[in-house]
């Protein structure tokens, strides 16, 4: 069975909403990252409050722990997406407690523009710590909440 989480859609994600509403710019939300900033330090079984100000998926600026393509999606209602975002065994073996949504610009409405293929934050969710082995695998279903 799939953890459910909750992921808040960032300033930046938000803006690209709009941006797609007035111009016709779009992007699609294709790829999914973790990283271990998620919790708090003094209690690993918190999970801290996602900032919808984050700009990356890791705070400190480091790469993500792990990168991969978001595995499938749906829609929960007329206008909530969920992503089902999956780790097999031998992947992003180490602390887990944040997964961050990434969107691609894939159409401009402007010949040649260059943000066409540019990436971004697009939604973090953040979780209490998990020491993921190389024997675990999981499956994330990730409800957005705008």
Partial sequence: MPFEILAVVTNEGKARIAEAIATGKSFKVDHFALTSK???ESDPTIAKTPDPAQTTCDPDD???SFYDAIDSYSYTGTF???FTCTV???EAVGR???LCLIGTIVYSPTPG???IGVTFLFA???MPLWIKTDLDSRDWKVTIHF
Wanted: with cysteine.
């Fill in 62 to 64: 480091a790469p993500p």
């Fill in 96 to 98: 887990i407690s944040s």
């Fill in 38 to 40: 998620g919790h708090l």
């Fill in 124 to 126: 973090v969710a953040n």
């Fill in 113 to 115: 523009d260059p943000e």
């Fill in 80 to 82: 909530c997406p969920e």
């Fill in 88 to 90: 097999s065994e031998n």
